[in-house]
């Protein structure tokens, strides 16, 4: 195959983004249990910061790459031939790489379609509640948190009848913390990242967990009268929606897959942490940031790099 001047770019740039994937989704996959136990050490809210930059890094990293280093030592070194052939290995890796991650941008499509579908179904009449702007519903989720740039909170009818002023108050500040962090964005972002590895699913799952005990710790701030309105209203929501599943960027109070008893219990039970050290995460930080930065002086040893490779 002999493309043209850009096209072999492209292909250069498909097959860098796919071998720079597979190695660092590799080497994420290779520490994800023991990343998922550091979790465990760590205040939820740093423990979420710390399992969604493991589990964004192959994916962004693979980018960064492409677009700092590969394309500008494409474009300074490369001659302009009219035409070039392409090796098999890079054609290969191209065409690997352009399926992963239009398989990832097709299942992020597909998740905002079918969230924004589920909103535009649950319809709702806007209300006050614990005065907060909230959609009544008359289906759907007994409580959840909708969208990415303009996050709804629903809350159905039923939820809203069972539930007391007490009970409300903290659901909403629990939901409040969840628009907060951006979470909904959050999940998009991992629908974007391409999970090329089933360990990296246990990423997800982690920071799920953690993300929903960070809400409930913003939510009560260690009070126990708003410790025991928040269990019993997770106790009440679960009743109210079991085996409901959510659309992926839809986050419900309780999760039809989720172990309520573990969270209750921790409600009541929160242990005392002491932080472990950053210096594993700064170190990590420090020495991908100058890594980057010795790359980026040296483009024509990754465009001779590119082409052994790839070629």
Known sequence: MTPSYFSRLLLLSAGSFFLVLMAAAA????????????AHGMRPQRAARWLLTLRLLPSFLSAAIVA?????????????IPSEEAGIVCLAAAILGVSILGRAIYRALSALLRSAAYLRRSGGR??????????????????ALAGIAHPRLLISESAAASLSSDQLAVVLQHEHAHRASRDNL??????LAPAVFPRLRMLEVAWVQCAEWAADDRATE????RSAA?????????????????????????AADEDLALRVDRI?????????????????????????????MNL????????SLLD
């Open 27 to 38: 080497m994420v996959s290779w520490i994800a249990p023991a990343a998922v136990r550091r």
């Open 68 to 80: 700092l280093l590969c394309v500008p030592s494409y474009l300074r070194f490369e001659p302009h």
């Open 126 to 143: 806007e209300s006050q509640v614990e005065g907060e702007k909230v959609w009544i519903v008359s289906q759907g989720a007994a409580l």
């Open 186 to 191: 959050k999940r998009l972002l991992i629908w």
């Open 222 to 225: 260690g009070d126990p009268a």
């Open 230 to 254: 928040l269990a019993e209203a997770l106790v009440r929501v679960a009743r109210l929606q079991s085996g409901i599943a959510m659309p992926p960027l839809v986050t419900p109070l309780v």
């Open 268 to 296: 009541f039970d929160r242990p005392a942490i002491a932080e472990p050290s950053r210096r594993v995460e700064l170190f990590a930080v420090s020495t991908l940031a100058v890594l980057l930065s010795v790359l980026a």
């Open 300 to 307: 024509r040893f990754i465009h001779l790099l590119l082409e």
